[in-house]
């Protein structure tokens, strides 16, 4: 979550009935939502403006916005143009990860096709931690997003495949609550549920 330079919000406290652009429902909000939270701030004192990271940066840049929350490559790009003000980071705030889905019963048909699968892409992800510069120019070629933004993003990347841990499942379900108690979800989940587990584990 941050700001311009020369903005007078120099806290998350400074946010009360200020309009922060993000994308609904992403983590963005959910890192929004849980800072917010852990400053004691009610997300019903802030106003979210849900944008896409494209508007969202056409907002900020116009200062239609008075505070950003994204992800990266949107916020290395935002790094580089702005050297903004940052309030608050997922990592201090929030344990984000990203999954990989399955359809429940492809996955409880095809167990070993799942497994032999997870271990590719962490061999990819492997190669990946020790070659972040080719990272950096394959992402560049593909998105356009410049290369001194894709860099700095693969520099600050966590590159690797790891299993669902109980503390995991438990971020996971805080976010689940905090996403249905704001209406984003029609209605209460339980996360263990969806994890999905090799035979014989």
Do not use: M
């Not at 580089?80 to 201090?92: E, G, H, K, M, N």
Request: net charge neutral; hydrophobic share 50%; aromatic share 10%.
């Amino acid at each position: 979550i941050f700001v311009k330079p020369a903005s007078p919000i120099q806290s998350l406290a400074d946010l009360k009935g200020k309009r922060i652009g993000v994308g609904k429902g992403t983590s963005a909000h959910n890192l929004v939502v849980a800072a917010l939270e852990k400053a004691g701030i009610p997300f019903d004192q802030v106003t979210p403006v849900y944008l896409s990271p494209a508007d969202a940066a056409a907002a900020f840049a116009s200062d239609q916005i008075d505070a950003w929350a994204v992800w990266d490559p949107f916020f290395a790009i935002a790094e580089t143009r702005y050297q903004p003000r940052v309030l608050a980071r997922s990592i201090d705030v929030l344990q984000v990860n990203t999954y990989f889905l399955a359809n429940k019963d492809f996955a409880k048909a095809h167990p070993d096709f799942v497994s032999t699968t997870i271990a590719a892409l962490g061999d990819a992800a492997k190669w990946a931690d020790q070659n972040r510069d080719k990272v950096a120019e394959a992402l560049h070629e593909v998105t356009g997003v410049p290369l001194d933004a894709q860099t700095i993003a693969a520099n600050r990347t966590k590159f690797g495949i790891y299993p669902i841990t109980a503390e995991i499942v438990a971020g996971q379900q805080a976010t689940a609550d905090r996403f249905f108690k704001l209406g984003l979800i029609p209605k209460a989940v339980r996360i263990s549920d969806a994890v999905w587990t090799a035979p014989g584990n």
